[in-house]
T-cell receptor, first 116, second 114 residues
Framework: AQTVTQSQPEMSVQEAETVTLSCTYD???????LFWYKQPPSRQMILVIR??????QNATENRFSVNFQKAAKSFSLKISDSQLGDAAMYFC?????????????FGQGTRLTINP | DSGVTQTPKHLITATGQRVTLRCSPR?????VYWYQQSLDQGLQFLIH???????AKGNILERFSAQQFPDLHSELNLSSLELGDSALYFC?????????????FGPGTRLTVL
């Protein structure tokens, strides 16, 4: 079974600075999808960014980018120019590409605090 | 707004009772997933329905059941409730016909069992 590990329960960063959240995963599959979801105090789960394992290019979405290292099974999230609205729990998630196995497997989350 | 709706937002009930959580997927999405978020277990997959048929089961208790109706909305039924069932229950939907198949989450239903 696949597992996802987020080793940083909490992180903090100064507003306008850059922060990187870590995520590692374990799988025997060669094709899969990885996601970062954000959960602000409202508790809504919001998709931040996604990465297809077959793509070598790292995904980017505005101030959010990932560092995908397939061999190392690492998928970190970099937030540039941090804003107060970025404060939230961040969850890394894995999804198999095998048919019928579309469930998301989540890490335990990293709570990000933005200091003004 | 993800386009996924869940009702009710909050539910407070007593042990031993039965409740029903409702989810309406995004327009056009055929897949519905249910997840449970609790302090001790984190985010756990419960069950997946596609176009009315059960596709996969996760860590779903026998006291819990779900179904997806012809109009594609889904209901999660929780019975013989215990204190430990208190959690945030999320529904997510996706369109399996697209390559991305990203799951979009509803706002969740917070269940409190007293």
């Amino acid at each position: 079974a696949q597992t996802v590990t987020q080793s940083q329960p909490e992180m903090s960063v100064q507003e306008a600075e850059t922060v990187t959240l870590s995520c590692t995963y374990d799988t025997s599959e060669s094709d899969y999808y990885l996601f970062w979801y954000k959960q602000p105090p409202s508790r809504q789960m919001i998709l931040v960014i996604r990465q297809e394992a077959y793509k070598q290019q790292n995904a980017t979405e505005n101030r959010f980018s990932v560092n995908f290292q397939k061999a190392a099974k690492s998928f970190s999230l970099k937030i540039s120019d941090s804003q107060l609205g970025d404060a939230a729990m961040y969850f890394c998630a894995y999804r198999s590409s095998v048919g019928g196995a579309q469930k998301l497997v989540f890490g335990q989350g990293t709570r990000l605090t933005i200091n003004p | 707004d993800s386009g996924v709706t869940q009702t009710p937002k909050h539910l407070i009930t007593a042990t031993g009772q039965r409740v029903t959580l409702r989810c309406s997927p995004r327009s056009g999405d055929l897949s519905v997933y249910w997840y449970q978020q609790s302090l001790d277990q984190g985010l756990q997959f419960l069950i997946h329905y596609y176009n009315g048929e059960e596709r996969a089961k996760g860590n779903i208790l026998e006291r819990f059941s779900a179904q997806q109706f012809p109009d594609l909305h889904s209901e999660l039924n929780l019975s013989s409730l215990e204190l430990g069932d208190s959690a945030l229950y999320f529904c997510a939907s996706s369109d399996l016909l697209t390559l991305t198949d990203t799951q979009y989450f509803g706002p969740g239903t917070r269940l409190t069992v007293l």
